[in-house]
């Protein structure tokens, strides 16, 4: 099946990209599109997920668009890469731990073409790299499945303001920071989302 690609070069509402998915989400349950792959950013905004606690909001002057994927609580802006999808998973075995470690080895590859090793954990879904041995996140994953389509997406910091972060508990978690890639290593990531949309692609072929 073909996957078509989307990349905005402003930022997009939050709210205007999650119709803009849920409209594809139904054109693609009845055959009148095709799977999609769109590489975007937000303006400030936080969003918190299914799970999400109102206790996770620290700054209480914050507002949260409270929304459908899974996931607890996470902010969105200037500099951080967002990577949203609609992809059928009935035409991948129906198995959603399959996709999603699909979605956790793209990054993780893409991120080790410019030399940082990254990891996954079944435990906390996401992108972990060890710094001074601490334990710190830099992509967040989110997903909603509806009739079998996997749709929202994930998230990588790349040299976004991590002040926002310290407004919430960040997935929920107390004990692990929040870092991006200039802070790691600074170095030119301008080919990352083409790697990223590459790597993507490849390894969601059926």
């Given at each position: ?18 119709s803009?998915?849920e ?63 609609v ?25 080790f ?76 990531y ?12 490849n390894?969601?072929?059926?």
């Open positions: 099946m073909r996957i078509d690609l989307k990349k905005s070069l402003k930022p997009i509402k939050y709210s205007e990209a999650i803009y998915m409209k594809r989400v139904n054109n693609l349950n009845s055959g009148s599109s095709n799977e999609l792959i769109w590489i975007l950013e937000h303006p400030h905004t936080f969003t918190g997920g299914a799970s999400y606690k109102k206790s996770e909001i620290l700054d209480k002057s914050i507002k949260v668009i409270e929304t459908s994927r899974g996931g607890k609580i996470t902010c969105h802006g200037p500099g951080q890469l967002i990577c949203y999808f992809i059928d998973l009935k035409k991948r075995d129906k198995d959603i731990r399959k996709f999603i470690n699909v979605i956790e080895s793209s990054i993780i590859e893409s991120l073409t410019f030399g940082i090793k990254t990891k996954s954990d079944r435990k906390n879904i996401g992108i972990w790299i060890d710094i001074d041995g601490k334990r710190k996140k830099i992509g967040a994953i989110g997903i909603r499945v509806k009739k079998w389509i996997a749709f929202h997406g994930f998230s990588l910091n790349i040299e976004n303001d991590l002040r926002m972060y310290k407004k919430i508990i960040p997935c929920g978690i107390n004990n692990c920071g929040i870092t991006n890639l200039k802070e790691i290593k600074k170095q030119n301008k080919d990352l989302p083409n790697i990223l949309v590459d790597k993507l692609t390894n969601l072929k059926i």
